[in-house]
């Protein structure tokens, strides 16, 4: 890979507006993420995290701006997104959400093993091996004929890591990867996340989880109101934000209890 290559961003949005009824949701998102790189978005409940990622994943589809995935994927959202474009989102980006996501009817291999076959075309038998070693490496190779709700909530989430890893995605997005666990679990699920950072993996991650954002992400946003009111490296902003509106929301977050 060339350094133009390892320069030139993987992920650049631009503008991206969108509203529900009245709620103006996003008011012009700009965001860059260059490869290997992991950019972690913190804020307040409604302003508008979730959202992005889901315009990232295809889920959402904006109402205005654009998202280019290098080498070649763009998109205009000021015209109608087709669902080539969707899907064209969903084949260079795998999304890890909230609350697992996981088909209760089905095991933990047939989870993570369906959308490759089906999706990707991936042959059956090359599948389940990919899927066996990826288990494995979270450490439920044992759990690999369990249905969800034989799992605790934090190897459930694990499972929907590792179905995202095997698609094989350019972009991981992680969508509050930790709030529908229990304390005790969190740090099982945060363990595999650091070590995707360590491998190289580029990742968006909206989080609450401030102490693993300082140590994991090389760019931290805090978005508040559908707008990006600060960027810039974890040290800087998550211990000498320049915004009142950053201090204000990191002092609410961790001390709770202070006036």
């Known amino acids: 890979m060339s350094s133009a290559e390892i320069e030139a961003p993987l992920l650049r949005v631009t503008g991206l507006h969108k509203r529900f009824g009245e709620n103006e949701v996003l008011r012009g998102i700009d965001l860059e993420v260059r490869r290997g790189e992991v950019v972690a978005i913190i ?22 701006g654009e998202i280019a995935i290098d080498p070649g994927l763009h998109l205009d959202f000021q015209y109608p997104l087709t669902e080539a474009h969707r899907y064209g989102l969903r084949d260079r980006s795998a999304m890890v959400f909230q609350n697992y996501n ?100 580029t990742m968006v991650i909206v989080t609450h989880e401030i102490s693993f954002a300082r140590q994991v992400a090389d760019q931290v946003l805090f978005i508040d109101g559908g707008v990006v009111v600060e960027r810039g490296e974890p040290k800087r902003i998550l211990t000498e934000p320049r915004e009142e509106r950053t201090a204000r929301f990191l002092r609410r977050l961790l001390h709770p209890f202070e006036d």
């Open 102 to 201: 996981l088909f209760p009817h089905r095991t933990v291999l047939q989870n993570v093993t369906d959308a490759p076959v089906r999706v990707r075309g991936l042959p059956r038998a090359q599948a389940v091996a990919e899927a066996e070693a990826l288990l494995a490496r979270v450490g439920l190779a044992d759990k690999r004929d369990a249905y969800p709700y034989q799992l605790s909530g934090g190897q459930q989430q694990r499972v929907g890591i590792v179905r995202a890893l095997a698609l094989k995605p350019e972009l991981l997005l992680f969508d509050e990867p930790t709030s529908a666990l229990d304390p005790e679990l969190v740090g099982e699920v945060l363990q595999v996340i650091k070590e995707l950072a360590d491998d190289g993996w």
């Open 43 to 64: 804020g307040p409940s409604g302003s508008g995290k979730t959202t992005v990622l889901r315009a990232l994943n295809g889920l959402e589809v904006a109402d205005a």
